[in-house]
């Protein structure tokens, strides 16, 4: 274990920041992690990250010892779209499950991608690399992060609302819009733990959508999270009434055959974290999901 301390002169600002800036080698997110555990004090109390800086504070923390991942790399095949040494992007497939937990132990991204490359450790010995999530049953592309460097400036942005995350929906019924916003808090449900719901009082969510094509009883929906809430698509689309074909939580039991939800996020805008660049990737629709849409055609109406 590694000892720190800090007294502040002309340090002013939050706490956390004001220790990141001090201590390059340690991420924000690290930082806030220890007050928050009680790890780093000021003067000897406990602060919150937002704590602003006073001359002569003494700060002091002692830096834990790095977890060594109890996970196995998997050589498991990968669909990456885009490297470098910051991040890469890759596409998952229906069917896999990001990370390790209770029921899914490997067989993950995370063993795949700890296979392929170093990943960063801020979201600890679970979910390391792991900016955002999609659901085990939905398909697509996914940033991951090769340092905690990387790691904080992708979840900066989204947490700021600049990335562009889009999805194809194959969704249950008919719209006489051409498109429209969902704007519903969304919540734990408080009948089905394994749900989500739209709650007073829940985080703000807000799902864009615009009608691609329409089918007798179905219709394909390109949709823009401005949020990224668990299972936003899936809880909005059933809320309005169009719950996404096969989703086995939220949607009907008559439904479309397959695997799950059909659910693809197609398109990823991200900001690379040195360069600053502008990058934006597309995955095609996959092949269950084509496959899908091929068996509607002969309902497909005349005016798309």
Known sequence: MTEESLTITDQKGR????????FTEYTRTQVSKWIDEGVLTVNKENKKPNYKVRPDDVISFVVPEPVTLDLKPENLPLDIVYEDDDLLVVNKPQGMVVHPAAGHPNGTLVNALMYHTDLSSINGVVRPGIVHRIDKDTSGLLMVAKNDQAHEALS??????KNLRQYYALVHGEFSENKGTIKAPLGRSKTNRKKQAVIAGGRDAVTHFEVVKRYVGYTLLRVTLETGRTHQIRVHMAYIGHPVAGDPLYGPKKTLAGNGQFLHAATLGLTQPTTKEALTFEAPLPQYFVDAMAELEPYAEENN
Do not use: E, F, G, I
């Open 15 to 22: 706490l956390d920041k004001v220790v990141a800036d001090a």
């Open 156 to 161: 900066s942005d989204l947490k700021n609302k």
